[in-house]
């Protein structure tokens, strides 16, 4: 499966628009719109940022061809993100797209930048 492909389906599943990708990565919805037909792609952590909003590993967006072995970077003194994590595996995408959302309207000072 190409990236564009897996960035489509994985998106639908999280039940997100390209416009609400788009903003929960801080881009525009025309570069959503680009990677999805192929025309761009994003860079290394761009795409670890998107894997992280989609609650995917990075490496279900990496092409068959190229796919590595993507380790996600938590570091070991925060438990409690680690703990978030693994919640959120065991969710819908439906469900981790809510617990975002209820982690940015109860915490917004820490999702700022997003």
Do not use: C, H, N
Request: glycine share 6%; net charge neutral; charged share 30%.
């Amino acid at each position: 499966m190409t990236f564009r492909d897996a960035l489509k389906m994985y998106r639908k599943q999280a039940g997100m628009s390209q416009t609400d990708l788009a903003k929960a990565l801080s881009v525009g919805r025309s570069t959503v719109a680009m990677w999805e037909t192929g025309d761009r792609e994003p860079g290394f952590d761009t795409l670890g940022k998107i894997a992280a909003v989609l609650g995917v590993p990075s490496s279900a967006l990496i092409d068959d061809e190229t796919k590595v072995e993507v380790k996600p970077s938590i570091p070991a003194d925060y438990p409690e993100i680690t703990m978030i994590a693994r919640a959120g595996k065991k969710m819908s995408p439906e469900r981790r797209a809510d617990m975002l959302q209820m982690l940015k309207i109860a915490f917004p000072e820490a999702f700022k930048d997003d």
